[in-house]
């Protein structure tokens, strides 16, 4: 049974008299325990659907299943439990300005009921999870955006839900910041077993922390798998148009027509550690990265790169030796030119290529 099931799920709007479709039967599975990224452009639909998750907003038509509880069939009283189980963060933190921080993070017990006392212990503990146990009595306007997306955060974790919905979380932090909050949800989900769901527009939040991805486009559900699967491979033309070009580098090197080519592909499995570089040093010979096409997901290297072998039997089978022997999958190129550029007759030497840089981007 997953934690949250999306039948058939249709959402239309009437905007001045005509009918938009936001949501157009989407049918989506996430799993218990799922860090699960949603993406696409602005206007897809991502936000109508994190909504209707938790019936902010009402489907015109299917389903939405909570631990297999049908919501339709819930009373408004029942909704609003199911709810609390439900914590939300957005883009803009929505922090309540004239409160401070810890009556921020109590402010959903307390409308739950909870005693005062008990809701400020639990936020204190909260407050502890976040890293902000030194700022209870500051006030929004006071804090970074960092900052503030903790204390959403924890407002968020105050009635132990089992679902965190991410509405566009880090869209308005710097890079290093949005590392930091990603980082603490992950950690929120490994730790508390708590399911979350990303919603973003960028696509490195979803390489760095989403095992699974679905793809909309238009408020239709146009693909989904695991995240290493669709970013090596993307097949609809919306995942294509959000992922390919983004990470992809070419690094011609000079023109191997007559040179051996070999292929090969970063799997999950791949040992951990700066293959080629590796190769190059221990072997003492350059080798020539045609094409790269890797990207960082969890932390490492997946997708593939075209090599040019040096010359010679010999140092071609060490070479391929070597690369197996980290768990690489090596196939034979054929022996047409890789599309070149003339300037770049550099091949790549151990002191250049002594980094992850070559591989982890
Ligand atoms: N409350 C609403 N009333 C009318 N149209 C809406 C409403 N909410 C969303 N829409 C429309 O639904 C579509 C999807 O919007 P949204 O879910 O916000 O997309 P995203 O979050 O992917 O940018 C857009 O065309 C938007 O204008
Ligand atoms: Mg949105």
């Known amino acids: 049974m997953s934690t949250i099931e999306i039948k058939n799920l249709t959402k239309k709007f009437e905007v001045e008299g005509h009918v938009v479709t936001a949501l157009d039967h989407i049918n989506l599975s996430i799993e218990k325990g799922d860090v699960f990224g949603i993406i696409g452009m602005s206007g897809a639909g991502k936000s109508t659907l994190v909504r209707s998750i938790n019936f902010l907003e009402r489907p015109s038509e299917g389903d939405v299943l909570i631990d297999g509880v049908n919501l339709a069939d819930l009373t408004e009283k029942e909704l609003r439990k199911t709810r609390s189980g439900i914590g939300m963060i957005f883009q803009n933190f929505n922090l309540l300005e004239q409160k401070n921080v810890i009556d921020n993070v109590c402010f959903p017990l307390e409308i739950n009921g909870v005693k005062k006392k008990d809701a400020r212990k639990r936020a204190k503990e909260l407050l502890v999870l976040v890293g902000l146990q030194d700022k209870e009595k500051a006030y929004p306007s006071q804090l970074s955006g960092g900052q503030k997306q903790r204390v959403a955060i924890a407002r968020a974790l105050a009635t132990d839900p089992r679902i965190l919905l991410c509405d566009e979380a880090t869209s308005a932090l710097d890079p290093q910041t949005t590392s930091s909050i990603l980082a603490l949800i992950k950690q929120i989900n490994e730790e508390m077993g708590i399911t979350v769901v990303i919603i973003t527009h960028q696509m490195s939040v979803v390489t760095d922390i989403c095992q699974k991805v679905a793809i909309i486009d238009s408020g239709r559900l146009v693909e989904q798998g695991p995240v290493d699967k669709i970013f090596r491979n993307p097949e609809s033309d919306a995942a294509k148009e959000l992922i390919s070009g983004k990470e992809i580098r070419y690094t011609p090197v000079r023109d191997l027509q007559s040179v051996r080519k070999i292929r090969i592909v970063f799997q999950e499995n791949s040992a951990y550690e700066p293959v080629i570089a590796n190769t190059i040093l221990e072997l003492g010979t350059p080798v020539n990265i045609l094409k790269a096409d890797t990207?960082?997901?969890?932390?490492?290297?997946?997708?593939?790169?075209?090599?040019?072998?040096?010359?010679?039997?010999?140092?071609?089978?060490?070479v391929i030796g070597r690369l197996k022997a980290s768990g690489l999958a090596v196939t034979e190129e054929e022996t047409q030119s890789v599309s070149l550029s003339p300037d770049a007759r550099r091949p790549v030497s151990p002191a250049s290529a002594g980094t992850t840089e070559v591989e982890h981007e």
């Open 295 to 318: 990207r960082n997901v969890g932390g490492r290297a997946v997708g593939e790169m075209i090599l040019g072998l040096p010359e010679g039997e010999e140092i071609q089978e060490a």
